[in-house]
């Protein structure tokens, strides 16, 4: 079993910036692949950005590529996603999530745990 939770959301103006941490408890956290969705109000849940166990590969969706980025520090067991460049349709609840699959790709069933989530809003 693996806890998830999530912190440094919050309000900012359009291009600023906000570093979102997820701090995991439980299992060994460096066994997990660690991704980050978010979901704006009337929408699925879709995904961010996805870093390999040992850090050693990263994704984007296209959306967010240049403006975010996603690390991990496997002594800290804990997993962040550095956003710049904000903007009004960044706004939502993100989300953190484990998975055990190597290489996890965008689908949340890939994932096993989850955050309760974190609201991120952009004002324009």
């Known amino acids: 079993q693996v806890q998830l939770v999530e912190s440094g959301g919050g309000l900012v103006q359009t291009g600023g910036s906000l570093r979102l941490s997820c701090a995991a408890s439980g299992r060994t956290f460096s066994s997990y692949a660690m991704g980050w969705f978010r979901q704006a109000p009337g929408k699925e849940r879709v995904f961010v950005a996805a870093i390999r166990r040992n850090a050693g590969g990263t994704y984007y969706r296209d959306s967010v590529k240049g403006r975010f980025t996603i690390t991990r520090d496997n002594v800290k067991n804990t997993a962040y996603l550095q956003m710049n460049s904000l903007k009004p349709e960044d706004t939502a609840v993100y989300y953190c999530?484990?998975?055990?699959?190597?290489?996890?790709?965008?689908?949340?069933?890939?994932?096993?745990?989850w955050g309760r989530g974190t609201q991120v809003t952009v004002s324009s």
């Open positions: 999530a484990a998975s055990s699959v190597y290489s996890p790709g965008s689908t949340p069933n890939e994932y096993n745990y």
